[in-house]
């Protein structure tokens, strides 16, 4: 009965892969979000998604896409992946402004 | 850039003692202020959370905020060794989109 599920956990892929990374929660949370957490263990925002609408798109390259299908999902497909995208990416969720709830992470590592 | 600011530390403590972790933020208009922990490999979790100017109790754990000083802190009383993580303050301007600002982390050991 884990409450925000990410899949996979360990993401170890070559330069120049596409790969993506799927989120779910059960808490019934009508927002959803992506976070980078780099090798300095700095969390920072990526992406945010209201009832399936994008809300927050912070600076991040184009070749990161992420995509909710309903409130509950929210997947991130990385296209053409660099040497620099070998992070922690966390899936977090909330309803109404209240706390946010992190899924466990997938430690992407890239050859 | 709205910032939030923490010592990296470490910050070493003795089993038992007050352990004190400090955060500022630059943004006035911050309404909502969050502790988080993480266990080395593992992700954020959520221990304390404060609206108000004042303190809120919650079991060892005090959250203090200070809005005209732009602080929040986090006390830990009768550290344990358990506790020994890493801590993130946060911070948000409230609203329902709830975007969420991090600091860098303190480093937190207690030894026994």
């Known amino acids: 009965d884990t409450a925000v599920s990410q899949t996979p956990k360990y993401l170890v892929t070559q330069m120049g892969n596409d790969k993506s990374i799927k989120c779910e929660q059960n808490?019934?949370?009508?927002?959803m979000y992506w976070y980078k957490q780099d090798s300095k263990k700095f969390l920072k925002i990526m992406f945010s998604?209201?009832?399936?609408?994008?809300?927050i798109n912070e600076t991040v390259p184009n070749r990161f896409s992420p995509k909710s299908p309903d409130k509950a999902h929210l997947n991130l497909h990385i296209n053409s992946l660099e040497l620099g995208d070998s992070a922690v990416y966390f899936c977090?969720?909330?309803?109404?402004?209240?706390?946010?709830?992190f899924g466990d992470g997938t430690r992407l590592s890239i050859l | 850039q709205k910032e939030v600011e923490q010592n990296s530390g470490p910050l070493s403590v003795p089993e038992g003692a007050i352990a004190s972790l400090n955060c500022t933020y630059s943004?006035?208009?911050?309404?909502?202020f969050f502790w988080y922990r993480q266990y080395s490999g593992k992700s954020p979790e959520l221990i304390m959370f404060?609206?108000?100017?004042g303190d809120k109790e919650d079991g060892r754990f005090t959250a203090q905020l200070n809005k005209a000083s732009q602080y929040v802190s986090l006390l830990i009383r009768d550290s344990q060794p358990s506790d020994s993580a890493t801590y993130l303050c946060?911070?948000?301007?409230?609203?329902?989109?709830?975007?969420?600002?991090f600091g860098r982390g303190t480093q937190l050991t207690v030894w026994p």
């Open positions: 977090a969720s909330s309803q109404d402004g209240k706390p946010q709830h």
């Open positions: 808490l019934g949370h009508d927002t």
């Open positions: 998604y209201n009832n399936k609408e994008l809300i």
């Open positions: 943004d006035r208009g911050s309404q909502s």
């Open positions: 404060i609206y108000s100017n």
């Open positions: 946060a911070v948000s301007r409230g609203s329902t989109l709830g975007r969420l600002y």
